[in-house]
């Protein structure tokens, strides 16, 4: 199971950013994926979520309203599209999955919003 995060970077706050996992190694359209993110000096904290077929979508508090997760399982790829950033959604954003009862995570892609 190999998960590819990418799409961070550094932008303004009131900005945008689109992040993409592309996974590879298990049966993608079978497992609901997450992202979670972790800031400094914080716990890791779950952003969002969807299910298999994209029927069934969660938000942390934090971020609804502002950010949305969806998937290609034809590319076997999960995106979040994040706007309205604020300084306080710095953090390390992780791809999840539980697959074959095991969790595997991507390395992390760095999202900065600073002026």
């Known amino acids: 199971v190999k998960l590819v995060e990418s799409g961070g970077g550094l932008v303004q706050p009131g900005g945008s950013l689109r992040l993409s996992c592309a996974a590879s190694g298990f049966t993608f359209s079978s497992y609901t994926m997450r992202w979670y993110r972790q800031a400094p000096g914080k716990e890791r904290e779950l952003v969002a979520a969807i299910t298999r077929a994209g029927g069934n979508i969660n938000y942390a508090d934090s971020v609804k309203g502002r950010f949305t997760i969806s998937r290609d399982n034809a590319k076997s790829t999960v995106y979040l599209q994040m706007n309205s950033l604020a300084p306080e959604d710095t953090a390390i954003y992780y791809c999840?999955?539980?697959?074959?009862?095991?969790?595997?995570w991507g390395q992390g892609t760095q999202v900065t919003v600073s002026s």
């Open positions: 999840h999955t539980r697959a074959t009862f095991a969790d595997y």
